[in-house]
Each structure stands twice: as structure tokens, then as C-alpha cells.
């Protein structure tokens, strides 16, 4: 330690500074020695003190080591022996850890690797067993859909499951049609709601559902709602009709309307904002058509009595329609800390929020914004019959003259043919309101005032 701590010439401090720079170092070495005028500069001396300065710090390196040799073979065997407890320390540790690993792989990792391969062949069987009782089903009401379609043109067996016990009459059974549609929303239900964990998951890629859906499902839908239009652009019922046959009118009426009721397309994300479009539809193209015929028959000067039974209209209830239970979303429960009363009153108001509408003429009261289907036709009529009469009246003639002439006669026609077309016929009447009074005359007296004018008011002076 004496030797160690004997001044030295050579500056270290200037070596072990970290910003050291050999460079300039060296240049500044060779300026020492040399005058910078100089040509050439001697480089000899510089040279010599860097050879020296080496090998004096060479020297002193050897004569460190020499002396501390014993110490630092010392220490290393020291490090040596205990790396080599330590490695012996782990490996046993190791050892354990690697017998303990392939315990846990062999109890396991294995059996893990062995209930997967299970898992996953039971959810396969359940997966296939699933769309397997899908397709079952499917079929199962496709074949119910051919035999009750059949019934619709009297063809169908009445040994079939889903025939009544009753014959059959010769030109069929339009209750068939609701009794399709009931299966064709069945069949919607499995085939369109197609998410995962859905019941129709998969189907789509099953070649016989896709042929069933093409060949069978989609040609009867069409038929029955086509069966179902024509039976509603038919309707008519004659004020002379026996009550027998404007119940049976009324029946295949109510039949026609149930069908396009039920067939509407569903929305299944948002089923409380469904409106029963089919049914719209056809119920306004029949008003249109009624109302051009109307229209057509008052402008040839034609009886008016030949208008008043377009007008007429009876109203039915509404089935039930079998998703809105299924996809509604359920009443609040209430709690028992809630008044008995008032949780009553508020799960019956839910209740009734999210039925559909219970009468098939509500639907198209509010597609139409209108609060009487009669008054809609009469004031529809009405404002369909002022530029035809004003042609009329323009154009002149014998009619022309004639309507003119007879106006207060025209008037009293039109005012008894709203009356009468307003009223529902005696037929479609219960037996205990066929003796009712005359009310319905005052009833109706804006839309009799709205059609007089409609006519009177444009034909024009004598």
C-alpha cells in the first residue's frame, strides 16, 4: 500500500477524465515540445515520453499484480467455490422443479389436451344434433304448409293432422290461409333469426332447407297472399244479401285481412315499431280501386245508388300474432316494497303498451290519419268529384243541363246515397241491433254536406 500511494509523475487524473480525447492529447503534447513555426516539426520527443509513459504504467500494472497475486487468486477461488454451492444449491431446486412439471404435464396438461379433444366433439354432436332437430322441424312444417295450401283449394285430405274432423266443402276452406300463415311465421321464426345461438343458425347452408325455402315456403307465401288480395279485392256485399251469405263474405273478408295481417314482414330488432304492411297495403289499394269506381259512376251520371256499397266497411279483430310474445320484452316485475295498486296498474299499462293492435281496422285508421273509414271515402270521394264535375259542367250537353236543371234532386240522391252507403247491411247486423233507430242519419252529416257540395257547388249557373 506504501508503493501504491508514492507520488508518480504521470498525471492519471488527466487518463481517467471521461472526456479524455487522445487527439487532442497528443496535439497538445506535440506543441509542448515544438514550436508550431517550426518546419519540419520534431516529433522524437513526443513520441519517446508516450513510449515511456506506457511502459512506466506497464511496469507499475506488473508489479501491482505481482504483489496482490495471492490476494486476487484468492477471491477468485473464493467466487468459484461459491458458484459452485449455488449451482449445486439449483440444481436440485431445478431437479424438483422439472420431476414437479412433469407431474402437472401428466395430470394435467394431458388430461386437459384429453378433455378438450372431448369438449370439442361434444359441442360438434350438439352443434349437429341442434340443426339437425332444426331442419326436422323445418320440414316437419313445410310438409304441414303443402297440406294446409291444399286445403285452400279443397284438395286437402281431411285426414291430415292439420284438417278439422269436419268434411271439407267442395271450393275449399279459406281459413286455410290463417292456418299458412301461422305455419309460414313459423317457419320465419327458425329460418330468419339465423345469429349465432339462434335456432336458425346454420340452416342457410343445408341444401334442404334452401330447396325447401325455394320450392315449397316461398311459392306458397306468394299464392296464399295473393289468395288472400283477391279475396279482398272481391268483397262485396249486396243490400239484398241473405244474413247467410254476408257471413260468409264477412268470414272470408276477415280470413283475407287475418292472412296479410299475419304475413307482414316482422322487424326483429325493433318489433314494437311493427306495422302490418301487407295488410296496409292492400286495404289502401281497394279503397283507391273503390274509390275510382265511385268516382267513375257518378261521373257517367250513372244511379247513385250504384256508389253507396264501396263504402262500406266492417271492422275485425286482430289475431294474435305469435312472435310479439316471444320477442316483446317483459313487463316490470314489481318489487315488494311497491304499492300493491299502483305496481298493478303499472305492469297492466306495460301490458298494454306492448300488445298489438286488437282491431284490424286501427292499423289502417292510423296509416290513413283518419278517425271514420266512411268519412275518409265520402270526403276522399268528395274532393276526387270537383274537377270532374267542373269538366263536366264545362264540356255542357244534355247531362250537363239535365244534373243542372234537377239540382235539389241531386242533392236529396246524394245525401240518401251516403246515408245508406255509410250503414252496415242488414245482414252483417247482430239480431239485436237490426231494429236500431235512424241516428246514423245525423251522424253523417258533414260527409253529406262535404259530398252535395262536392257536386252541387260546381255545376255551374241554370
Not at 8 to 34: C, G
Request: proline letters at 5%; charged letters at 25%.
Amino acid at each position: 500500500m506504501a508503493t501504491e500511494e508514492e507520488p508518480s509523475y504521470i498525471d492519471y487524473d488527466t487518463f481517467l477524465d471521461p472526456d479524455f480525447n487522445p487527439k487532442t492529447f497528443a496535439n497538445s503534447l506535440v506543441l509542448l515540445t515544438n514550436n508550431a513555426n517550426d518546419l519540419p516539426l520534431d516529433l522524437s520527443t513526443p513520441l519517446s515520453k508516450v513510449l515511456f509513459d506506457i511502459q512506466e504504467i506497464d511496469s507499475h500494472i506488473d508489479v501491482l499484480t505481482t504483489k496482490s497475486a495471492v490476494p486476487l487468486l484468492k477471491y477468485t477461488r473464493d467466487q468459484n467455490d461459491a458458484s459452485g454451492r449455488i449451482i449445486s444449491e439449483l440444481d436440485q431446486h431445478i431437479k424438483s422443479l422439472n420431476d414437479s412439471y412433469r407431474q402437472l404435464e401428466k395430470e394435467v396438461i394431458d388430461r386437459h389436451a384429453e378433455a378438450e379433444e372431448v369438449r370439442v366433439v361434444a359441442t360438434r354432436l350438439w352443434e349437429s344434433l341442434r340443426l339437425a332437430r332444426s331442419v326436422s322441424r323445418c320440414l316437419q312444417l313445410g310438409r304441414q304448409l303443402e297440406v294446409q295450401h291444399a286445403e285452400i283449394s279443397g284438395s286437402g285430405s281431411s285426414g291430415t293432422p292439420s284438417s278439422s274432423s269436419a268434411a271439407k266443402p267442395a271450393k275449399g276452406d279459406h281459413k286455410a290461409l290463417v292456418r299458412c300463415a301461422h305455419t309460414i311465421l313459423l317457419l320465419r321464426e327458425v329460418l330468419e333469426r339465423n345469429k349465432p345461438g339462434e335456432e336458425g343458425h346454420g340452416l342457410d347452408k343445408v341444401d334442404v332447407v334452401r330447396s325447401l325455402k325455394d320450392a315449397v315456403i316461398a311459392p306458397i307465401e306468394r299464392a296464399v297472399r295473393e289468395t288472400a288480395e283477391r279475396i279482398l279485392r272481391e268483397f262485396n256485399v249486396p243490400g239484398d244479401a241473405t244474413f247467410n251469405q254476408a257471413d260468409e263474405a264477412r268470414s272470408r273478408l276477415l280470413s283475407s285481412l287475418s292472412t296479410l295481417y299475419l304475413l307482414s314482414p316482422m322487424n326483429w330488432e325493433k318489433p314494437e315499431k311493427w306495422t302490418p304492411k301487407f295488410l296496409l297495403q292492400s286495404l289502401e289499394a281497394y279503397l283507391r280501386a273503390s274509390l275510382q269506381a265511385s268516382a267513375t259512376t257518378l261521373a257517367r251520371a250513372r244511379p247513385v245508388a250504384d256508389v253507396g256499397p264501396s263504402s262500406r266497411r266492417g271492422g275485425g279483430q286482430a289475431p294474435n300474432h305469435p312472435l310479439f310474445e316471444s320477442l316483446l320484452p317483459a313487463p316490470p316485475v314489481a318489487t315488494a316494497g311497491a304499492a300493491g295498486p299502483a305496481a298493478a296498474a303499472a305492469v297492466a299499462a306495460q301490458l298494454q303498451k306492448q300488445q298489438p293492435q286488437q282491431n284490424l281496422l286501427q292499423p289502417l285508421l292510423g296509416y290513413l290519419e283518419t278517425g271514420s273509414l266512411a268519412s275518409y271515402y265520402w270526403r276522399t270521394l268528395a274532393s276526387n268529384m270537383v274537377s270532374r264535375v267542373q269538366e263536366l259542367s264545362n264540356r255542357g250537353g244534355v247531362v250537363a243541363r239535365t244534373l243542372k236543371t234537377n239540382r235539389a234532386n241531386v242533392g236529396d240522391a246524394i245525401r240518401e246515397c251516403v246515408i245508406k252507403g255509410s250503414q252496415t247491411p242488414r245482414a252483417l247486423l247482430a239480431v239485436k241491433n237490426r231494429k236500431a233507430g235512424d241516428g246514423e242519419e245525423v251522424k253523417w252529416d258533414r260527409e253529406i254536406a262535404v259530398m252535395v257540395g262536392s257536386v252541387v257547388n260546381n255545376l255551374g249557373g241554370r
